[in-house]
């Protein structure tokens, strides 16, 4: 199993950006991803997860009504969607999953490697 996180990079405040997961060694038939994010002298946090049975659970009060998430079975990946961007919002970015494809935030198995978003204010 193995993810992969890209599409950060600089944006201003109120801007958006689409983050890509790109997985292989599983299908998006049946899958939970999460996101996560690490700011410098941080803890990490729980941003949302996505999962085939339960659509979205968001880890992070903060990022309701402005971030979503979607799969693409085609593509075998998966996108989170980032709107109205805070400067409080930098970080970078990671996503993950379990071997039990759960949204349960301590179980998660497998990390891609994290992606750096920047908000500028």
């Known amino acids: 199993v193995q993810l992969q996180a890209s599409g950060g990079g600089l944006v201003q405040t109120g801007g958006s950006l689409r983050l890509s997961c790109a997985v292989s060694?599983?299908?998006?038939?049946?899958?939970?991803i999460g996101w996560f994010r690490q700011a410098p002298g941080k803890e990490r946090e729980g941003v949302l997860c996505i999962s085939s049975r339960n659509g979205i659970t968001y880890y992070a009060e903060s990022v309701k009504g402005r971030f979503t998430a979607s799969g693409d079975n085609a593509e075998n990946a998966v996108y989170l969607q980032m709107n109205s961007l805070k400067p409080e919002d930098a970080a970078t970015y990671y996503c993950?999953?379990?071997?039990?494809?759960?949204?349960?935030?301590?179980?998660?198995?497998?990390w891609g490697q994290g992606t750096l978003v920047t908000v500028s204010s």
């Open positions: 993950a999953t379990n071997y039990g494809m759960t949204c349960s935030i301590d179980e998660y198995d497998f």
């Open positions: 060694g599983f299908t998006l038939d049946y899958y939970s």
